[in-house]
């Protein structure tokens, strides 16, 4: 059956890293769409002109992303990047055969469930809230976490066996998920040195134009870097 011809909506957030996994599945998939953006750190994704958006009330956190794709309203990214494997399964991102699929699938989980949540805005907002944790010591929560999940993702990869990526000689849905996740540990001064792979794998990715079209400073939300002054 035919697919619907619409543009898919993909409803974002620059720094979301959970929108961004979604970003680079479409890009890796050559899937075109349009970015409609809300601005998370004004809160917009908790008022009513988004949360009405959402179908199936799952919702209640007001959670970016959701893509709007062949009449329907897809939340969570895991689910909207298997959705787009089944819409359109070339390029693969899940490798062939059961077993390394619910290898990849693991990998991901690793990053979506074990991680994300306990690093998530509303997460990290709550320890300001309610144990009145500043700066130092939201970011220090933040680094546990990621070293807890890093080391292993990095255990779980095994040994380096030549391919710059985590399976296979392309990336796919391990690195949707992994490289958001390593630009937020960037952001929070995590020290990445141990991770040697994890490492290469995101240097790898981030040479690839649909890895640099999907990344937080290219989307149309993000702040525009101030021109360069004029030489005299
Ligand atoms: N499990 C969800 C997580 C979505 C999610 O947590 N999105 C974040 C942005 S990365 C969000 O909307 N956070 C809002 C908040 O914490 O208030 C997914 O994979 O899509």
């Known amino acids: 059956m035919a697919e619907s011809a619409s543009i898919p909506v993909l409803h974002s957030y620059w720094r979301s890293s959970a929108a961004y996994r979604v970003r680079i599945a479409l890009a890796l998939k050559g899937q075109p769409y349009r970015s409609v953006t809300w601005q998370m750190a004004q809160g917009e994704h908790l008022q009513p002109a988004y949360r ?18 062949d009449g329907l309203r897809l939340q969570q990214s895991l689910a909207i990047i298997e959705y787009l494997e089944e819409r359109n399964p070339e390029p693969a991102l899940l490798p062939p055969g059961r077993a390394a699929r619910a290898r ?40 546990h976490w990621c070293h807890e999940a890093f080391s292993a993702f990095e255990a779980a990869l095994g040994d380096d066996d030549g391919s710059p990526y985590a399976l296979g000689d392309a990336p796919g849905i391990v ?17 990445l040195a141990p991770y040697g792979r994890i490492d290469a794998i995101a240097r790898a990715c981030a040479a690839l134009p649909a890895f640099q079209a999907a990344s937080p400073e290219h989307q149309p939300d993000a702040p525009q870097p101030a021109p360069a002054a004029n030489p005299a």
């Open 104 to 143: 990849a699938r693991a990998l991901a989980q690793l990053i979506a469930c074990e991680v994300h949540p306990l690093n998530n805005l509303r997460a990290l907002k709550r320890l300001r809230t309610q144990f009145g944790a500043d700066d130092e010591q939201v970011g220090e929560w933040y680094r």
């Open 52 to 69: 009405r958006l959402a179908p199936f009330g799952l919702a209640p956190f007001g959670l970016v992303p959701m893509l709007d794709i």
């Open 175 to 191: 690195e949707c998920f992994l490289m958001p996740q390593v630009y937020n540990a960037r952001r929070y001064g995590a020290d």
